[in-house]
């Protein structure tokens, strides 16, 4: 404790100083060394700290007091880089360590990213730390110079290396890793796409309407030439060999294949002259099969015969399902019936499925990788220059793999539940591949050798993977050669030898043939491991990860030597170049599909990056541009916060300091606009963006309606939010004019794929619209949630509106029936104006007609030129409602005549409410427009078919006789309206293009804003419809006739007929032919709304569309309907499994049978969801020949450099290619391919 107390003691003296610099600054302070300390907190969310942090400078010649880093303000906070003064008696001579204690007073973590001193006689190191304080926590840190165990000759520095390696030991265990994973809360299983249910896909065109497929798979997927496509450029191109002898076990003759061959060749000619191909699943053979629901599985072991054709490419030849000839397993070939020939396809798709995700994607990447990494965590310190390489290709792989063991390859997980060869079949597969797998297989020089694909055309990704390999390559030669002078200097590093034995004895020690040695005696082994290590964790995962294709980036300030940095940008210079010949050669080919939004967000790209002050700055310092902020706070109830509220702006030429929005007084009280300063150094431009953040204090959240940016030249800007800020939250807003994705080229950033990410699909029911996935209302977003009024109101409204209406007290009359109609009068003690009308005038026939014109269903009504044949309504029995002076034929041609039929109730099943059994009918009722009386009723028929039992009843029978009919149409009114008007038309329609709009359009899109004021509150009450309304318990099944069993089929066929035309009121009007009829207030009314709204539509349409085309190029506007999938989306190109025996011969292909072979739907929308989940795109990726964190040197950025100029010319020399081909290649463009396992 007595170093603190010096430190108290200095803070006290330098207090009591004035500011007068002719007072004597007192001697104890004048004879210390001070020391600046400039402490980097992390960026990333929930970095910063409020909790104590101290330092101890440690050098050669003794060591700093323990200082306490308090500016006496907020310190440590998210992004800052904070500066302190740490003193000591004597000079320390050269720094070697900087140690950091965090100790817990409320819990809260930090992330540190370095630390930078400045000795007194002016040098600088940095001491990079790039990782978390938990709770009570001391890290004492290196300065960064990279350093081999045989450079350190400072004992200390021994020491230290010993004691991490000792730490990280006990953190990273072979035989796998112990690192406790976050499991996924919500697996996306449940997509859009899923169903639950097991039954077969009966049909082709069932399964293409059950999703939203990539549009060329979905087209092309049954054609040869595309079947070939893939094996050279699918998701998994490392499967096919030159065939110069076929096969003892596939007997594949002449005549076989003289007709594919064509008449100017043969299959011997075609052998030796290495245009023909084999693509063998023989380590399928014998594997289990699993057993889903109860159900075997089937596995074969196809072999597939190409030929490299000079006009139509790759296409095969002949097929043989399993290893072994016999009369059971024929030799399908293109001559066979269309079904053999698919079905025999499809066998090899499955195949190539199993061997895909088992073996090319998880054994051969992520399960190698993870190996190399924790023998990096284990035997590599953080100085080692191995370790600074490596590390980037590393990140997020431990937990993803620790997540994919839990959940996808466990007993339990995805693969069991879905893939054939999951549950026992996937441990022997792995164990039989491990037998044989090699490392040298997994470099690209050495496959493609291996295989003997040199000569094939068209292969791109064995192109693109050679560019890629050899800048790498050229790459890590360069980082090798800075640290390594000689051989002698690998063989005497004795940290790297522990390495490589690491991974050879420990990692790979049941991999008899991997072929690591366990010593590396060289610097080309080192170079050839290494560049294999990141070329499999980037590029070669990128590649077999289907959809997911980039490569990364360096932490900064980890490599500080000049030397490094220059590597590093001759690799970023490299990858530049290949990013450029890629998009060069795929200019003029034509796209596998439309672009549904795959783009990376381009928004990072254009934040300029802007280095902190190493001197201290203050809001007044001269030279620095001033932005006036205003922020309105929400008028709703508890929508002010007493949190911290932090603001930065981020325009074209850099970003301000995150400025805490603060007047020294209550801010951000409910109802308010605040006015802040916030200052950067340099003016930032156009302001991009404003980014609130809201650090939580007492957790209160916060409603924000917008902000103003006042700009120094005094112009103005408004960003609006209006979002709700729960907990520790940041969120990014745009400037508020809307932007068509066309006509900007800042596109979907964080918050919107937040906001993607939390609005998914949900199959409520099946054949009806879908809806949000969500549990109860508490799982919606905030922002789409009732705001803090409505939510106490809607809770209480069923007890308000029973104390308003006096009945309480009749709830408890369970089954009692009422006595007379006037009883019914208890229910409305207070009554409303209309309600009252209605009690006096609900008998009537001029009222029963008025209702169908201007009630609460005002679209069932249309005109009747001709009685329907079940409605045998005779002109004597409505002569006397008619008049003397006219007939039911006149009236009917001059279009007098009006009907109602309620055909959709036929057949409903009706409700059951407290055992007894309800009744439901489908009337029909004939109306007249008379001309003095206005729309009255002429006849109606209870039931739909005619007979003795089902009478027509007319005005001039018995008064209860015509009441109790009118009745039972009301009755049916209510169903119709209820149910299909009221929840299907408006709810459920109106929810469908809510949830799109969350999904897949971003806030500042022009359709949204137009669309986003009209759909407030939509997914809450729809979700509490589910849940109290029309659930098995809700409010229908207690009173409602068609509750309970009859809800579903009523909702079912009414959207099995459904129009959105319909919907929509000319087409509506045109439909019914209903123009004529007098006194229709809802038609006139309604037409001069839609006139007004299309009006107003069309004039927004119009600022922001200027043709068709960019309507049909604005990718967000078509992703409104359409979600994006890749190779594997369409089932049938990529069965996860399959349910049925092949056939034992030609001929018995069906499509019966090759249906009842599909996965059934609940597999299909599963491995349709899983291959979503498993490729979509990472909000935050980190790309390969991009290293800001970790080389900071000279000499190694200019490696990156060269690194990233022959990457560019890679990209130039593949766009080119991609001149004419009919399919982009895209996936090993540099700027797409993550640095990592990271997904």
Not at 609 to 614: L, P, S
Not at 696 to 718: R, S
């Amino acid at each position: 404790m007595f170093p603190q107390i010096i430190v108290d003691v200095e803070l006290c003296l330098l207090f009591m100083m004035p500011n007068d610099p002719s007072v004597e600054i007192p001697s104890v302070l004048e004879k210390m060394a001070t020391y600046k300390l400039f402490v980097a907190t992390g960026t990333n969310q929930f970095a910063g700290t409020n909790d104590n942090v101290y330092a101890t400078v440690i050098g050669k010649q003794g060591e700093s007091g323990k200082k306490k880093l308090d500016n006496f303000g907020k310190d440590h906070y998210r992004g800052c880089v904070g500066e302190y003064h740490v003193r000591s008696k004597v000079p320390l001579g050269d720094i070697l360590f900087v140690e950091l204690e965090k100790r817990s007073t409320i819990g809260d973590d930090w992330f540190c990213r370095y630390v930078e001193v400045k000795c007194p006689d002016g040098t600088c190191k940095i001491f990079p730390c790039y990782r978390w304080f938990v709770g009570n926590m001391t890290i004492r840190l290196r300065e960064s110079s990279a350093r081999k165990v045989q450079d350190d000759t400072i004992h200390d520095f021994h020491y230290h290396r010993q004691k991490e390696l000792q730490e990280r030991q006990q953190t990273y265990r072979f035989p796998m890793c112990f690192i406790q994973a976050n499991p996924w809360s919500r697996y996306e299983t449940q997509t859009a796409l899923q169903k639950l249910v097991s039954g077969s896909s009966h049909s082709p065109f069932k399964l293409k309407n059950l999703f939203s497929f990539l549009a060329y798979v979905m087209e092309h997927w049954k054609e040869d030439w595309f079947f070939g496509y893939q094996f050279l450029n699918g998701c998994n191109p490392r499967m096919i060999k030159s065939c110069r002898v076929l096969p003892v076990n596939f007997p594949v003759t002449e005549d076989m294949v003289q007709a594919t061959l064509g008449p100017n060749t043969t299959l011997d000619k075609e052998l030796n002259a290495g245009t023909i191909y084999l693509v063998d699943y023989n380590i399928l053979d014998g594997i289990p099969a699993n057993k889903i629901r109860g159900k075997h599985q089937y596995i074969t072991a196809p072999l597939c015969l190409l030929y490299e054709h000079p006009e139509r490419g790759l296409i095969p030849l002949a097929i043989q399902i399993q290893q072994k000839p016999g009369q059971d397993n024929p030799i399908f070939l293109p001559s066979d019936s269309e079904l053999d020939w698919l079905l025999a396809k499809m066998w090899v798709r499955h195949a190539e499925f199993q061997v895909y995700e088992a073996l090319s994607h998880l054994l051969c990447t992520h399960l190698v990788c993870e190996v190399f990494c924790i023998a990096t965590m284990r035997q590599l310190p953080a100085v080692h220059p191995v370790y600074k390489l490596l590390i980037p290709h590393m990140r997020d792989t431990l937990e993803i793999n620790t997540n994919a063991r839990l959940t996808l390859v466990s007993d339990i997980g995805i693969f069991k539940q879905i893939v054939s060869t999951g549950g026992e079949g996937l441990g022997v597969l792995l164990q039989k591949e491990c037998q044989k797998i090699e490392f040298m297989s997994l470099l690209p020089k050495s496959d493609f050798e291996k295989r003997g694909v040199s000569q094939l055309k068209n292969y791109v990704y064995r192109d693109d993977c050679l560019k890629v390999w050899d800048t790498i390559e050229s790459f890590v030669s360069g980082i090798v050669d800075l640290f390594y002078s000689s051989d002698d200097d690998v063989k005497e590093d004795k940290e790297l030898q522990n390495w490589i034995d690491d991974v050879v004895t420990e990692g790979f020690k049941d991999l008899p043939n991997f072929g690591l040695p366990r010593n590396i005696e060289d610097k080309k082994a080192l170079v050839t491991i290494l560049a294999g290590v990141i070329f499999t964790s980037s590029a070669l995962h990128a590649a077999i990860n289907n959809g997911q294709v980039w490569l990364g980036q360096y932490p900064e300030d980890h490599f500080t030597e000049k030397a490094v940095k220059h590597h590093i940008d001759k690799f970023q210079e490299a990858l530049k170049k290949i990013e450029k010949s890629i998009e060069e050669r795929n200019a003029n080919r034509k796209p596998l599909c439309p672009e549904q939004g795959r783009e990376e967000p381009e928004a990072a790209p254009l934040r300029a990056r802007v280095e902190w002050k190493k001197t201290k700055l203050t809001w007044r310092s001269r030279g620095m541009a001033t932005y006036k902020v205003t922020v309105a706070t929400g008028t709703t109830e508890y929508s002010g916060t007493i949190d911290s509220v932090y603001a930065t702006l981020i325009g074209e030429h850099g970003e301000s300091k995150t400025t805490a929005l603060d007047n020294l007084g209550r801010d951000f009280r409910r109802g308010t606009v605040g006015e802040y300063d916030v200052c950067s150094s340099v003016p930032l431009g156009e302001i991009l963006f404003v980014e609130l953040e809201k650090r939580q204090f007492v957790g209160d959240n916060w409603f924000c309606c917008y902000v103003k940016v006042n700009y120094p030249d005094g112009t103005c800007k408004t960003f609006p939010c209006y979002r709700w800020f729960v907990g520790n939250m940041t969120i990014r807003l745009r400037e508020g004019s809307g932007k068509a994705c066309v006509s900007f080229l800042l596109k979907v950033y964080s918050s919107f794929i937040s906001v993607y990410s939390k609005m998914m699909w949900q199959t409520w029911r099946p054949a009806i619209p879908k809806c949000i996935d969500v549990i109860s209302e508490n799982d919606i977003p905030e922002d789409y949630r009732f705001n803090y009024e409505k939510r106490i109101d809607f809770k209480k409204s069923l007890n308000n509106a029973l104390k308003e209406l006096l009945i309480k007290e009749l709830l408890n009359n369970f089954e009692k029936p009422w006595h007379d109609l006037e009883d019914f009068q208890r229910c409305l003690r207070k009554p409303s104006p209309i309600a009252a009308y209605v009690m006096e005038h609900w008998k009537e026939d001029s009222f029963f007609g008025y209702q169908f014109l201007n009630g609460c269903n005002p679209r069932m009504i249309k005109s009747c030129y001709c009685l329907p044949k079940n409605f045998p309504v005779t002109k004597d029995m409505v002569q006397a409602t008619l008049g003397s002076q006219t007939t039911l034929d006149k009236e009917m041609k001059a279009g007098n005549i009006y009907l109602v039929d309620y055909c959709i109730l036929e057949g409903i099943p009706a409700n059951v409410i407290n055992g007894k059994w309800q009744y439901v009918t489908a009337p029909l009722c004939l109306l007249y427009d008379h001309p003095m009386k206005g729309l009255i009723p002429l006849a109606i028929q209870i039931q739909q078919k005619p007979d003795q039992n089902n009478p027509i009843f007319l005005p001039s029978d018995p008064e209860l006789d015509w009441l109790l009919a009118k009745m039972w149409v009301r009755h049916a009114e209510f169903q119709v309206y209820e149910v299909l008007s009221h929840l299907l038309h408006t709810h459920l329609v109106s929810e469908v293009f809510c949830i799109a709009t969350m999904r897949q359009l971003p806030a500042v899109h022009p359709v949204y804003k137009l669309l986003f004021p009209h759909m407030h509150d939509t997914l809450e009450i729809n979700t509490n419809a589910r849940l109290n309304l029309i659930s098995e318990n809700g409010i229908f099944k207690e009173v409602v006739s068609t509750g309970g069993d009859g809800l579903l089929p009523l909702l079912q066929r009414e959207c099995k007929k459904m129009k959105f035309k319909s919907l929509l009121p000319t087409f509506d009007f045109e439909e019914r032919d209903v123009n004529r009829l007098k006194n229709y207030f809802y038609r006139d009314d309604s037409l001069k709304i839609w006139n007004a709204i299309k009006s107003f539509v069309s004039g927004i349409v119009d600022l922001y569309y200027s043709s068709d085309k960019d309507v049909m190029v604005d990718k967000e506007l078509q992703n409104w309907i359409h979600d994006v999938y890749d190779w594997c989306s369409w089932v049938p190109n990529t069965p996860c499994t399959m349910r049925s025996p092949p056939p034992p011969k030609k001929g018995l292909a069906t499509m019966e049978l090759i249906m009842n072979t599909l996965p059934d739907i609940h597999q299909s929308c599963t491995e349709v969801a899983i291959t979503w989940v498993l490729s979509r795109e990472q909000p935050i990726a980190v790309f390969l020949g991009h290293y800001p964190e970790y080389f900071t040197e000279e000499t190694a950025r200019a490696h990156i450099k060269k690194f990233q100029e022959a990457l560019g010319e890679i990209e130039k020399s593949i766009e080119a290619r991609n001149t004419n081909p009919k399919l982009k290649y895209e996936y090993l463009l540099p700027r797409r391919i993550e640095n990592s396992i990271a997904i």
